[in-house]
């Protein structure tokens, strides 16, 4: 979302030359965020350009009926709050050989993943209301990644943490020592004024890689 969209290739061959781990779609629908980005026509035509997994964050109401769309992505990841049958549908994506990732808001409590946590490989916490690049840094994300990963630790320690929205050199720092380990990189860490996106990703990758 937040690249350039009158280059994309380029900033994917960038940042992908960069080292980029993976490379994250918001997906919008306008219904269950109040905004509309991004498609399954520009993820699929994309895929031939990167080797990089590739996660489509679904934010949209009843995501069963889109999962069918991002299949030329290796992570799939709806939101706890848009689904009826969460479980039922983690199986279905896991049937399709993708890894299943589930998004809680930030109003979410971690608890609400109990009975969902066998099910599923990664966990995104969103650390800003989803659906705009920009906003600011929720610190009770920091809590609730404490609280989620002592929740890992007793039912499912095989599961991993992203989180989503603001991280920065100073708040990915605080997440990564509260037991993050994957980060989706925006206005914040990466395209920003200051530096090149190259030299931007490589300095929160090093920061991170510190702790």
Same mark, same amino acid.
């Given at each position: 979302?937040?690249?350039?969209?009158?280059?994309?290739?380029?900033?994917?061959?960038?940042l992908?030359?960069?080292?980029?781990?993976?490379f994250?779609?918001?997906?919008?629908?306008?219904?269950?965020?109040?905004?509309i980005?991004l498609?399954?026509?520009? *993820?699929?035509?994309?895929?031939?350009? +990167?080797?990089?997994?590739?996660?489509?964050?679904?934010?949209?109401?009843?995501?069963?009926?889109?999962?069918?769309?991002?299949?030329?992505?290796d992570?799939?990841?709806?939101?706890?709050?848009?689904?009826?049958?969460?479980i039922? *549908?983690?199986?279905?994506?896991? +049937? *399709?050989?993708k890894?299943?990732?589930?998004?809680?808001?930030?109003?979410t409590?971690?608890?609400?993943?109990?009975?969902?946590l066998?099910?599923?490989?990664?966990?995104?916490?969103?650390?800003?209301?989803?659906?705009?690049?920009?906003?600011?840094?929720?610190?009770?994300?920091? @809590? @609730?990644?404490?609280?989620?990963k002592?929740?890992?630790?007793?039912?499912?320690?095989?599961?991993?943490?992203?989180?989503?929205?603001?991280?920065?050199?100073d708040?990915?720092?605080?997440?990564?020592e509260?037991?993050?380990e994957i980060?989706?990189?925006?206005? +914040?860490?990466?395209?920003?004024?200051?530096?090149?996106?190259?030299e931007n990703?490589?300095k929160?990758?090093?920061? *991170?890689?510190?702790?």
């Amino acid at each position: 979302m937040c690249m350039n969209f009158r280059n994309l290739e380029e900033d994917f061959r960038r940042l992908e030359s960069a080292g980029a781990d993976r490379f994250h779609f918001d997906i919008m629908d306008g219904h269950f965020v109040p905004n509309i980005t991004l498609g399954q026509d520009i *993820l699929n035509s994309l895929r031939s350009v +990167s080797r990089v997994p590739f996660e489509a964050h679904l934010m949209v109401e009843n995501p069963e009926r889109f999962i069918d769309r991002f299949l030329s992505a290796d992570i799939i990841i709806f939101h706890l709050e848009a689904t009826k049958a969460p479980i039922r *549908l983690a199986r279905s994506i896991k +049937s *399709l050989g993708k890894i299943v990732s589930v998004a809680i808001n930030p109003a979410t409590p971690p608890e609400a993943l109990t009975f969902l946590l066998p099910e599923i490989d990664e966990i995104l916490v969103m650390t800003v209301e989803p659906g705009f690049a920009g906003q600011g840094f929720i610190e009770q994300s920091i @809590k @609730k990644v404490k609280i989620l990963k002592d929740l890992l630790y007793r039912e499912n320690p095989s599961v991993k943490i992203e989180v989503d929205g603001a991280i920065s050199v100073d708040t990915g720092r605080r997440l990564r020592e509260a037991g993050v380990e994957i980060f989706v990189g925006g206005t +914040s860490g990466i395209f920003m004024d200051g530096g090149t996106i190259e030299e931007n990703l490589k300095k929160l990758k090093e920061a *991170l890689d510190k702790i």
